[in-house]
């Protein structure tokens, strides 16, 4: 038999560092883990298999190395209805397979993080080839993750999944990056819930200035922030927020990564 493969498409769209955490009485967003930690629900996942090192490189959510970012071969590409136009990105599940006793492996279960986008074919009914068209919630996983839960012959697999909290090692990164006052900032490594609602950026002279989602987990501004150090406010979807104060020195270039404050982890 043939294996199964299913191609993701990726989508192209100093000081030392003081931090502060906090949460804040908001109720979550209807992405955050609280709301989803305890219940497991129904899905259906399929694998790829990479046929060289550099498929590891790339995706939706703009991690580039997925080694290098430190989230290895344990990813997950989502569907259309689980993608949430990238603001899942960094996000943990749990997976299990159920179901089907011929390629399960009993009492198994995977923990992986969003880093990237299965689009829509909509050349297919959701049923019929169109794993990943909307209404279906579809995971699609390298296969050396797929393997931990299931025989490879198992193909187009029925799961169940929750949302948990991610646990990470080491501190959250952030990766400057653009040309003049343009700034982009690739956030990873984040603990916690693992997605990012909001970032606002703070250079020695200004205030807080809020960012916007350029894709994935880029975020963006024009502003004139050249020697000045960084500090960050990140927010996660389930409101929580951790502010780190001067993450990089005044003479800060495009193309360093700074590491600043870390969420908590229950």
């Not at 794993?131 to 025989?151: D, R, S």
């Not at 409101?239 to 870390?262: A, D, H, I, L």
Request: charged share 15%; glycine share 10%.
């Amino acid at each position: 038999m043939q294996r199964f493969l299913l191609p993701l498409l990726f989508l192209t769209l100093s000081p030392p560092a003081i931090s502060h955490y906090s949460s804040s009485t908001s109720s979550p967003s209807s992405s955050s883990v609280s709301s989803d930690a305890s219940e497991w629900r129904p899905a259906r996942a399929t694998y790829y298999a990479a046929s060289n090192p550099r498929d590891a490189v790339g995706g939706a959510c703009g991690y580039g190395d997925l080694v290098k970012s430190g989230y290895g071969m344990a990813t997950v590409g989502l569907s259309e209805t689980l993608f949430e136009r990238g603001q899942i990105c960094g996000a943990c599940f749990e997976l299990r397979c159920v179901d089907d006793l011929r390629w399960c492996i009993p009492g198994t279960s995977i923990i992986v993080t969003a880093t990237n986008f299965c689009a829509p074919n909509y050349g297919f009914d959701p049923d019929g080839g169109g794993h990943c068209n909307p209404p279906n919630k579809h995971f699609v996983l390298p296969i050396e993750a797929f393997e931990k839960i299931a025989i490879w012959k198992a193909g187009n697999m029925p799961v169940q999944y929750r949302r948990i909290n991610c646990r990470r090692e080491g501190s959250m990164r952030f990766t400057v990056d653009g040309g003049g006052i343009f700034i982009s900032v690739l956030i990873t490594n984040v603990a916690g819930s693992g997605d990012v609602a909001a970032v606002k950026i703070k250079g020695s002279r200004t205030g807080w200035l809020p960012m916007g989602r350029n894709w994935g987990q880029n975020w963006h501004i024009n502003a004139d922030l050249k020697n000045q150090a960084l500090s960050f406010e990140v927010t996660s979807s389930d409101r929580s927020t951790v502010t780190s104060y001067n993450v990089s020195p005044r003479n800060w270039n495009y193309g360093q990564t700074f590491e600043g404050k870390q969420f908590e982890t229950p």
